[in-house]
């Protein structure tokens, strides 16, 4: 079965003043939400992959305050790296997270890049990345797509058809795409995140207290599946 047909204008713009909405009463006050600094968003970005948010908060302080800087970051020992980074495993990832600052400090005069092609161009910088990024730091129309809102998109916008696969997956970065609005981006995306976090969830989503029931296509089977 195809993926399906993107919501219409009007759909995308009642899902947009509904989640901001949702959002400015309802979202969480985490520290990057009050920075557009590229290298505190690419840190944070980095730390949350795979990570939860409350194992992350402290490393995420600790982190910045040893080192403050992409340039403080290449510049340090790659032993103390990997140490400062303990205990949140993946440490793929301490790793990566320096070369980037290397290579930014190397090539780009010590700031991040602004672009989708060259944030793709590192290693440790994926689409869902590159689009925080984007986003979060530089203001940019981009679209985000991690396991938390392609879940959302699946069940608000499609609701049927194999939610895993790939054609599903392009589908729903392309409904990501055409949802981002040209204002209010940053809180966009975070909403996006945080109503998949906490309403939305994976497991037990609490639809009798979603503000989406009306438009969702999940809806009625979730209710179903929850009736005795
Ligand atoms: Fe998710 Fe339920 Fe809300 Fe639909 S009604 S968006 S399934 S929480």
């Known amino acids: 079965m195809a ?16 989640l901001l909405a949702w959002y400015r009463a309802n979202g969480r006050d985490l520290p990057w939400r009050r920075t557009d600094d590229p290298y505190h968003i690419l840190v944070s970005e980095i730390m949350l992959q795979q990570t939860q948010v409350d194992r992350v908060l402290p490393k995420y302080h600790e982190w910045l ?21 303990r205990p949140l495993g993946y440490n793929i990832r301490p790793r990566r997270l320096q070369s980037i600052a290397r290579e930014s400090v190397v090539r780009y ?4 890049p602004s672009d989708q092609e060259t944030l793709l161009s590192f290693k440790g910088i994926g689409a869902y990345t590159a689009g925080a990024i984007r986003s979060f ?3 940019q129309r981009a679209a985000i797509l991690d396991t938390n809102v392609a ?6 916008f499609v609701g049927r058809g194999d939610a895993k696969s790939h054609a599903m997956k392009k589908h729903l970065w392309t409904v990501s795409e055409v949802l981002v609005p040209h204002k209010h981006v940053f ?5 996006l995140m945080d109503f998949g976090a906490t309403v939305c ?3 037990q989503p ?3 207290a979603c503000p989406m029931t009306r438009r969702c296509k999940s809806f009625t089977r979730m209710k179903a599946a929850r009736t005795p």
């Open 109 to 112: 005069g010590g700031a991040l």
């Open 151 to 156: 879940r959302v998109l699946y069940r608000l």
């Open 206 to 208: 609490k639809c009798d």
């Open 65 to 85: 305050r040893k080192y403050p800087s992409l340039e403080a970051l290449a510049a340090a020992d790659e032993g103390d790296v990997s140490q400062t980074w």
């Open 3 to 18: 993926a399906g047909s993107l919501p219409a204008p009007s759909a995308r713009q009642w899902f947009r003043r509904r």
């Open 187 to 191: 809180d966009f995306n975070q909403a």
């Open 201 to 203: 969830a994976a497991r």
């Open 137 to 139: 730091a530089f203001g």
